[in-house]
Every structure is written in C-alpha cells, then in structure tokens.
Nanobody, 126 residues
C-alpha cells in the first residue's frame, strides 16, 4: 500500500506561482496513475489533473488547462503540480491521489482513486 504526503502549499498573491509535491512511500509511484484534486470551502472535491504511469499524455480540468502542469519524478518517487497564473478561484485544499487500476482512459473522478494524501492548503489573495 502506498502512502502519500503533499507539501508546497501556502499563501500567494494573484498571478503568482506555487509548486506542490506529492511524495510517496511504501510502493513505487510508477505502479499508479496519479492525480491532483482540490476542494474549496463548501464545495465538492474536484478533479484538477492526472498523469499516467509512464508520464505521458497528462490530462487537465478546463479550469486549469494552460496554467497548471502535472509531472512525475521516478527517482524521487514524487509527483508535482506546478501552478502558474494563480487566481483567487484556485484557493482550496489540494490532494494527490493514486489509482492502481489499469484503464483505457486516465482516471478523472474521485471514485477511481484508491489512495489519498492528507492535503495541502493553497490560498490565493487578490
């Protein structure tokens, strides 16, 4: 079983950037498709981005496309989310998640992921 720990959140002004990290222990992250989700106060947890086991063909929510980049470092057993051009609507707790199943399409819903981190807070001020 894999354990996931997010880091890198914080307070940033609108237009700024942050890079979130999701470090794994217990199993190699190469065994999993990985995703990022976020949850703002009073809202449902929503999909942000996902990346395959091989690191190709990442997929993004329309709301972050062109601003966020998901990547993975196999040597460090870590997945990243680079977030640029942040705006107040990006304020949320960000979670990384791992999917052990092999699918024809990259997972983009909560139910498709079995393992979750504890989350890291991102706050964007206007």
């Amino acid at each position: 079983q894999v354990q996931l720990v997010e880091s890198g959140g914080g307070l940033v002004q609108a237009g700024g950037s942050l890079r979130l990290s999701c470090a794994a222990s217990g199993r190699a992250l190469s065994l999993y498709a990985m995703g990022w989700f976020r949850q703002a106060p009073g809202k449902e947890r929503e999909f942000v981005a996902t990346i395959s086991r091989t690191g190709d063909s990442p997929y993004y929510a329309d709301s972050v496309k062109g601003r966020f980049t998901i990547s993975r470092d196999y040597a460090k057993n870590t997945v990243y989310l680079q977030m640029n051009s942040l705006n107040p609507e990006d304020t949320a707790v960000y979670y990384c998640a791992a999917d052990r199943n092999f699918r024809l399409v990259l997972p983009s819903t909560r139910n498709e992921y079995e393992y979750w981190g504890q989350g890291t807070q991102v706050t964007v001020s206007s």
